[in-house]
């Protein structure tokens, strides 16, 4: 499996500094958060897309993911949403990255088939665009739709190669889904899965990896026997947590503890 970091830890940091930490640090990519506050987003130009391509380039660091907020199952009209995908697509394939993150995003109030169809409407109207671009759009374990088995619900109406999973190992267990469930319900469309640590349900204030409650050494053991080799990406989201602990201070521990974890499971 290979490594990565969101950028979600270090907000607001030059691409630069945050390339130079990822190859200091061991790490193969980075997730790009693709918010107006950040360096990297669908509004800027064709210069800035291409200074930061080739930035990632000489590094030798894989831009993993473009990280948007679109929310996909929202109620409202189609359009907005979809043009949002689209400009998430565009960047992720200047940026020369193979996925983009999307939330589900529904409101309390909404009926679950509804929702759900949404967001498949949605989705499969923007597979076509992503197709012809190379890159797919991936559905996070979040908010309406924590768990596998409700992200399901929604991949299965969409069936299209070019949407898939991300797999939020917080948002799971939140859910009370247990590691083998969330991968039997997400196996077929997991594109890569986030990693993080909290103290509890209550507190979810980011931790080193290791140091919270969060089953990291059951989801990398259920990955490992499955025979999955993909992307795990450490989300530390520093963004809302001014409490929380600077993150290039933690990486060089991260980054051990997950190799510690796949040598574990080998």
């Known amino acids: 499996m290979k490594l990565a970091f969101s950028t979600l830890g270090v907000p607001g940091m030059p691409l630069p500094d945050v390339l130079r930490l990822a190859s200091e640090h061991g790490f193969h990519g980075v997730e790009v958060r693709a918010h107006p506050e950040e360096p ?3 509004g800027i130009g064709a210069a800035e897309r291409a200074d930061a391509a080739a930035r990632f380039k000489e590094a030798g660091i894989e831009p993993l993911c473009v990280a948007g907020y679109a929310r996909v ?3 409202g009209p189609d359009e907005p949403v979809i043009d949002e ?15 983009i993150r999307v939330f589900p995003g ?25 197709a012809d671009a190379g890159v797919r759009i991936l559905l996070e374990t979040h ?7 409700a992200a399901l619900r929604i991949l299965g109406l969409v069936g299209h190669r070019q949407v898939g999973a991300l797999w939020d190992v917080m948002h799971t267990w939140l859910g009370g889904e247990q590691p ?18 909290i103290a509890s349900a ?42 929380a602990r ?21």
């Not at 529904?106 to 109207?125: H, I, K, S, V, Y």
């Not at 908010?143 to 088995?149: I, P, V």
């Not at 969060?214 to 026997?225: F, G, H, K, W």
């Open 40 to 42: 990297v987003h669908p």
């Open 73 to 75: 199952a929202t109620p």
């Open 143 to 149: 908010d309406s739709h924590r768990t596998g088995a």
């Open 202 to 243: 209550e507190d979810t204030t980011p931790l080193a990896l290791g140091a919270g409650v969060l089953p990291l050494t059951e989801c990398v053991d259920v990955l490992s026997r499955h025979g999955w080799d993909g992307w795990l990406c450490w989300e530390y989201e520093k963004r809302w947590y001014d409490s």
């Open 180 to 197: 083998s469930e969330t991968l039997a319900a997400l196996g077929p469309y997991l594109g890569y899965v986030q990693v993080k640590d």
């Open 106 to 130: 529904a409101d309390a109030e909404q009926p679950a088939a509804d929702a759900d169809a949404t967001a498949a409407r949605r989705l499969g109207t923007a597979a076509e665009h992503a």
């Open 246 to 266: 600077p993150l290039p201070g933690l990486l060089r521990r991260g980054h051990d503890h997950l190799l510690r974890l796949l040598n574990d499971s080998a």
């Open 85 to 99: 995908l689209r400009g998430l697509v565009d960047l992720a394939h200047d940026l020369g990255a193979p996925y």
